[in-house]
Antibody, heavy 126, light 107 residues
Framework: QVQLVQSGSELKNPGASVKVSCKASGNTFTTYAINWVRQAPGQGLEWMGWINTNTGNPTYAQGFTGRFVFSLDTSVSTAYLQITSLKAEDTAIYYC???????????????????WGQGTLVTVSS | AIRMTQSPSSFSASTGDRVTITCRASQGISSYLAWYQQKPGKAPNLLIYTASTLQSGVPSRFSGSGSGTDFTLTISCLQSEDFATYYCQQYYSYPFTFGPGTKVDIK
C-alpha cells in the first residue's frame, strides 16, 4: 500500500523560497506521476502540474510556471515542490498525489489521483 | 481550460437520506472523471474514477454515473461519516480541473 508523507508546515517571509517534500513508501517510486495540488485557505482544489517519476519530465499548469519547480530524488523515493520569490497569495496547503501514467511521451498524462499526501501548509507572512 | 461546475454548492441532509451531487464539464471529457471526498483538515480521498468505478475500500453506498459532460455522485444512504465536501475532477485534458465542491452538512 503506497503512502505519501509530506514535510511539515512552513512559515516564510515574502521573497523567500520553500521546498516541500513528498516521500513515497510501500511500493516502487518509478513509473508514476506525482501531481501537486494547491488549496488556498477556505478554497477549492487547484492542479499545479505533475512530474513523471520515471523520466523526471515536469508539466506545469498555466499560472505555475517560473517560480514553481518540480523535482525528484529517486534514490529516496521523494518528490519536491520548490517555490521561489514567495508572495502572500502563495499561502496555501500544498498536496502531492500519485497517479498512474497513461499513454506515452510526448502524449502522456496522469489518471486519477490516489493516494494523496497529508498536505503541507505554507504560510507567507512578514 | 475545461470548466467544471457542481450543483448544489452546499446542502443539509440527514443520515439515511439518498443524496445526489451533479457535476458538469464545459466540454466533453468522455469518462475521465473522478470524485473525491474531503473532510476538514484532511487531504482529499478518492471515491470514484472513470466516472463510475468504485475505488477499493470505498463503501458501496457511493456510486457514480455519467459520461461526456454530465455526471452524478450518489450516496444511497447517508452516514454520519459522509458529511464532508465532495469534488469532481476531470483528467481528460490539461489543465486538469476540479469542480468548486459541494459541502454536505447535517440538517
Amino acid at each position: 500500500q503506497v503512502q505519501l508523507v509530506q514535510s511539515g508546515s512552513e512559515l516564510k517571509n515574502p521573497g523567500a523560497s520553500v521546498k516541500v517534500s513528498c516521500k513515497a513508501s510501500g511500493n516502487t517510486f518509478t513509473t508514476y506521476a506525482i501531481n501537486w495540488v494547491r488549496q488556498a485557505p477556505g478554497q477549492g482544489l487547484e492542479w499545479m502540474g505533475w512530474i513523471n517519476t520515471n523520466t523526471g519530465n515536469p508539466t506545469y499548469a498555466q499560472g505555475f510556471t517560473g517560480r514553481f519547480v518540480f523535482s525528484l530524488d529517486t534514490s529516496v523515493s521523494t518528490a519536491y515542490l520548490q517555490i521561489t520569490s514567495l508572495k502572500a497569495e502563495d499561502t496555501a496547503i500544498y498536496y502531492c498525489a500519485r497517479a498512474e501514467v497513461r499513454g506515452e511521451a510526448p502524449i502522456e498524462a496522469p489518471n486519477w489521483f490516489d493516494p494523496w499526501g497529508q498536505g503541507t501548509l505554507v504560510t507567507v507572512s512578514s | 481550460a475545461i470548466r467544471m461546475t457542481q450543483s448544489p454548492s452546499s446542502f443539509s441532509a440527514s443520515t439515511g437520506d439518498r443524496v445526489t451531487i451533479t457535476c458538469r464539464a464545459s466540454q466533453g471529457i468522455s469518462s475521465y472523471l473522478a470524485w473525491y471526498q474531503q473532510k476538514p483538515g484532511k487531504a482529499p480521498n478518492l471515491l470514484i474514477y472513470t466516472a463510475s468505478t468504485l475505488q477499493s475500500g470505498v463503501p458501496s453506498r457511493f456510486s457514480g454515473s455519467g459520461s461526456g459532460t454530465d455526471f452524478t455522485l450518489t450516496i444511497s444512504c447517508l452516514q454520519s461519516e459522509d458529511f464532508a465536501t465532495y469534488y469532481c475532477q476531470q483528467y481528460y485534458s490539461y489543465p486538469f480541473t476540479f469542480g468548486p465542491g459541494t459541502k454536505v452538512d447535517i440538517k
